[in-house]
Structures are given as C-alpha cells and as structure tokens.
C-alpha cells in the first residue's frame, strides 16, 4: 500500500496535471516513489528487452532487465525467442553470470542444477544419491518472464500475467514506430553490444526528454549548432509536430527549418527509400518524407532517437537510428544502454558514416550525450532534498498558444510545434495513475481500469 503521504501528493499531482499543467517534483528523486514504482509501474508495463537481431542464431542469448528482475532473453533449440528468470530453482543463484553470449544449456555456479535453453532442468548432480531420483525436475524449470512479446523485431517482456497484449499497449504508436522500424524489407540491425554506462539521474528525466523535449536543443545543444553539428538554426528543434498516444507513449517529428533545405527521408539511401514507400501507408510516407528528426518514447522507458546530423563540422549530415534504454537503478541512478541499429540492406558506405554521426553524437562519449546528462544529474540531486521537493514543476508550454492539429494525417493527438509538452504530460499523467492504482485493482499492464482511474481521479477531487 502507498504511505498516505505519497498518495496525497501523487492524487494532487494527477488533479494538477490536467488543471494546471504542472507535476510534482517529489516524483523525481524519491526512495518511497521509487519502491512503489518498482510494482506499480514496472511490475505493470511491457518493458523492452531486446532487438531480435541481437539474438539471431540458436542458443544466442543476452540477459536484461525489468526494474531489477533479470532475465535471460534467448533463442532456443527450436529458434524460439525465450525469457527465463536467470535465477536458479534451488538456492536463486544466477545461472547465467555473462551478459551475452551463445549456449545451449546453463548449469548454476553453486550446485550445478542444469537447465537448457528452454529452461527445463536437465541435470542435477548426485540425483540418485541426494534426492534418491525422486526429484521431478518438470516441476522446476526456470521462472519463464509472464509474458512475452514481439513487435518488428522489438523483444518485449512483462511482470503482470493478466496484462493486455503487446499489440494493444502500443496501441497508435505502432503507426509511428512503424516509420522507424519497418522501412525496409531485410530489417533492421543491431550493430555491436549496446553502449552502458551509469548516471546519477532518475530515469524519468531521459524518458521526458526524448517523448517530447524540442525546447532545451536551443539552449542546452546550442554548441552543437555552433559547431556545425546539427542545423545552423538554434531553433531547429521547432518545427515539427508533436504527437502523442494512450498508455503515455509519445514523440516529435521534426522537419527542417525553414529556408534550410535537408533531404527527403532523413537522407536515407536510394534503394531503402524505394523500399520504404513500398512498405508504409501512404499516411506513413506523407508523414516521413519531411522529416529530419524523430525523438520519442515507449512508456516507460525505450526511447527512439532517429535523427540526421553530421559527424563533424565538415561532413554532410547523415541519418542514424538508436534506441535507449533507460534502466532504473535506484531513485537517483540509471543505466543507459544506447543501441545502434541499421538497415541491414543499406549500402556499406551509409552504414559506416551512419555509425560515426551515433558515436560522436549520442553514443557514451557524444557530444549530445554529455551536454543532456548533466541536466539530468543536476535535476535529480537537487529534487532530492525535502523542500526542493515540495515544490510543483512548470509543464505549461503551448497552452493558450496552439490547439491540436486537425489535418494530421496519424494517429494519436497532435499538435503543429515541437516547442510543446502535452506528450510529457500525457507520460506524467498515465504514471501517475499507474501508481495511484492499487494492484488488485488494476487490469493489467499499461492498462489501468476505468473504474479504478475514475475512482483514484475523484479522490483527487474531493
Ligand atoms: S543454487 Fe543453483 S544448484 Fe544450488
Ligand atoms: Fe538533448
């Protein structure tokens, strides 16, 4: 149950966010909200896992996490994409102590117990003499994660058994990520381990700044515009839409600015733009042709970067695509783990030159990467303390400024400028009556009952 404290603040930030636009700050960097947040949030989710690229062959597993759940995500004997709980029958202990690698079994380091990669247990040693043969090993193989699911080519997992399905959680969002993940006949293509690394900062504030963000590239990457590294506008993060979906999803699809020509496509190669057109609604294709940048989130806490910048100051921009993960490890630390996809079919030259505008701008030592994480880890540091936390934080851009765009030709509400914050409001709003919502009465993942929002919304009226 939530301490009253926290379900005061939380019920008052959820009459807030509608009525005032604003969210309260002791959601960010809090130990309670961050245990209730472990159950009610990632105990409900679909949380992404991996990239089925990552896992190609038989045996090919990588281990990943939902809140601190770990998993062994895998392609077994039969090619079958698997999740086992990477944690041993007996005594718990990890069966699988390498992040990634190809096996067909998996003994534990403490006993021995051996379980294949379908996760049945095969093997225990001294079966005869310890357990005289009458341990039916059927009854314990590994914990498989609740459920699993696959969207185009994204491995996703959820702790909530009674969760509706992959397909209805991302709901409208599909459309969009559609444009990203489906451009291509062959696919995409996960290049290399994904980068990680540690930073003090609650997770929260990467997944805010990617669902919807625009307005901080002004200030924030400015050196970035002067360097020559993105669009020689310091507003070029402006014109685009700004979309968002139920279930808290959302992102921004941003065009050039004006009077600076950029290619169709983000300046994709030939033959996967011919392919593209083929593949996608002609709504998918009218809305993609534009664009230069799309920036997003699949609550909670997958983000999509797919944006067209150059590598230096001489280079002409090119496209590059990256998911990232944004793994929670306490209230005021996460790990980021950064993937770099690319269309397999694209020509080796792009996928080369793709590779190195990611690095140099989003990849650990990005020059992107730094200039955002030390907003991030400054925020959280500071919305740690006891009155810093009691204060309410301003989501109040575009209101009484712009209406929701009716000519948008996707789903989801849109609105005509990236300079926006309905969809980290949206994100905001659905958390919260996440954690509002008592888990016997929920329905599932993402999907908090009518009754029980109703229920948790006039609470926060009376
Ligand atoms: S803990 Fe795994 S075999 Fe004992
Ligand atoms: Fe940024």
Redesign the pocket.
């Known amino acids: 149950m939530l301490r009253d404290e926290l379900r005061q603040i939380l019920e008052k930030g959820l009459r807030d966010v509608e009525a005032d636009w604003t969210v309260p700050a002791a959601i960010i960097n809090d130990p309670e909200m961050h245990d209730a947040e472990r159950e009610r949030v990632f105990g409900r989710s679909w949380v992404f896992l991996a990239h089925e690229s990552e896992i190609p062959e038989r045996g090919d597993y990588v281990v990943r996490y939902i809140s601190e759940d770990q998993f062994i995500v895998c392609r077994d004997e039969d090619g079958e994409v698997r999740g086992h709980l990477n944690s041993?029958r007996?005594?718990?202990?990890q069966v699988c102590r390498a992040e990634m690698g190809n096996a067909s079994h998996f003994r534990?380091p403490?006993?021995?117990?051996t379980y294949n990669n379908k996760g049945s247990l095969v093997g225990v040693p001294a079966g005869r003499e310890a357990y005289g043969n009458k341990l039916d090993k059927s009854l314990w193989q590994l914990k498989p994660v609740p459920k699993l699911g696959t969207y185009k080519g994204l491995v996703f997992g959820c702790l909530d058994p009674d969760a509706p399905s992959l397909d209805d959680y991302l709901g409208d969002m599909k459309f969009y990520l559609d444009i990203v993940l489906d451009r291509s006949d062959a696919g995409l293509q996960v290049v290399g381990a994904p980068q990680r690394w540690v930073v003090d900062a609650n997770w929260k504030l990467g997944a805010d700044n990617f669902i919807g963000d625009a307005y901080h590239t002004m200030m924030t990457h400015r050196s970035m515009v002067e360097l020559g590294l993105a669009p020689p506008d310091p507003k070029f993060a402006l014109y685009g839409e700004h979309v968002h979906t139920e279930h808290g999803h959302g992102l921004g699809i941003i065009g050039p600015p004006p009077g600076i020509p950029l290619p169709e496509f983000l300046g994709m190669p030939e033959n996967i733009v011919e392919q593209l057109q083929r593949r996608l609604s002609p709504e998918q294709v009218e809305v993609f042709r534009p664009v230069a940048f799309i920036h997003g989130t699949v609550f909670p806490n997958l983000s999509i970067g797919n944006f067209l910048m150059s590598k230096d100051h001489v280079s002409p921009p090119t496209s590059f695509l990256t998911l990232r993960l944004w793994h929670p490890i306490g209230p005021d630390k996460m790990e980021i783990m950064s993937f770099f996809l690319v269309e397999k079919e694209a020509p080796d030259w792009y996928k080369e030159e793709s590779y190195q505008a990611y690095v140099r701008t989003f990849g650990i030592s990005g020059a992107f990467e730094q200039d955002d994480a030390e907003n991030w880890r400054s925020i959280t540091r500071v919305l740690g303390a006891q009155y810093a936390k009691k204060m309410e934080l301003n989501y109040q851009m575009g209101r009484g400024v712009y209406e929701p765009d009716p000519d948008w030709p996707g789903p989801g509400k849109a609105f005509p400028m990236d300079y926006a914050e309905a969809n980290q409001r949206n994100f905001m709003e659905y958390w919260m009556q996440l954690m509002v919502t008592d888990p016997a009465s929920h329905t599932g993942n993402g999907k908090v009952s009518d009754e029980a929002a109703a229920e948790a919304l006039a609470r926060a009226e009376a």
């Open positions: 041993c007996h005594r718990g202990m534990c403490y006993h021995g117990w």
